[in-house]
């Protein structure tokens, strides 16, 4: 019984440090207006929108995992969205994916680099 | 049940103490190794590219200052690694109205440095990919 409570215990412990994530955004003009982290936001991730727009922020997502584990696009499009949002962006564009194993292909590191616009009235 | 909540105590004690554990860089120069560059672009420009070098190789920013910028990469548990801990200095200097030389150096903690790296070239290269796309 014991051991089996062991290795819960460490398979827990374990499961809460193989992942690591972060995200943020750098605005790319003096002033901005958050929306809710939840809101409407549009992705292209080829091409660029036929409105007029303006590039108003640098959104960063980076996930790193192990014991094999990969990461997609779709695992970090919640996140790509929020920090979106909360730039004030109507849509992501430019895109640019990132992956790369390490440590015996055991680690794999992902990342994204896009930039949120605002469209012109 | 006590030894179990000893046993997790201990476990997660050890997982904060692992991943509290960083080392501090050192500008390189004699005999300290890292990377030298200069660019033609302004120290604000410059910083900015080296923020989001950081930001790109997985590293958490800690201290950004007008001439010095470091950030320290969060570790995660694997079954022969346990990668992340490193440390990055990016150090900056105004040589001119449009000349910044940077100097970059990892530092890499005593836990798990076996399964850490220097990521100072990578910084350089990211560093040089965004200064170069604004031309």
């Not at chain 1, 014991?2 to 398979?11: D, Q």
């Not at chain 1, 990969?70 to 790509?80: A, G, S």
Request: charged share 20%.
């Amino acid at each position: 019984m014991h051991r089996i409570c062991y290795s819960l215990v460490l398979l827990i412990a374990l499961s809460l440090t193989s992942c690591s994530s972060q995200s943020r955004y750098t605005m790319l003009v003096p002033t901005h207006l958050s929306k809710p982290s939840n809101c409407d936001v549009e992705v292209f991730r080829t091409g660029q929108p036929t409105k007029q727009f303006v590039r108003i922020s640098r959104i960063d997502v980076h996930i790193e995992r192990t014991y094999f584990i990969r990461t997609n696009f779709d695992d970090v499009l919640p996140k790509l969205k929020k920090e979106a949002c909360e730039s004030g962006a109507d849509a992501i564009i430019e895109i640019q994916e990132l992956s790369t194993n390490i440590n015996l292909d055991e680690t794999n590191i992902f990342h994204i680099t896009a930039i949120g616009i605002k469209y012109q009235q | 049940m006590k030894i179990v909540l000893t046993v997790a105590t201990l476990l997660l004690s050890c997982i904060a103490i692992l991943a509290g554990c960083s080392a501090t860089p050192v500008k390189p120069g004699g005999s300290q190794q890292g990377e030298f560059r200069e660019f033609p672009k302004s120290v604000d420009v410059v910083r900015q590219a080296a923020v989001n070098a950081l930001v790109v190789n997985g590293f958490e920013i800690t201290k950004s200052e007008s001439f010095y910028v470091e950030g320290y990469r969060p570790r995660t548990w694997g079954f022969f690694c346990t990668p992340g801990g490193e440390t990055s200095g990016i150090w900056l200097e105004q040589a001119g109205p449009s000349l910044t030389k940077a100097w970059i150096s990892t530092a890499i903690s005593s836990l798990g440095m076996l399964c850490q790296k220097d990521w100072s070239a990578a910084i350089v290269t990211e560093m040089e990919n965004t200064l170069n796309s604004q031309k």
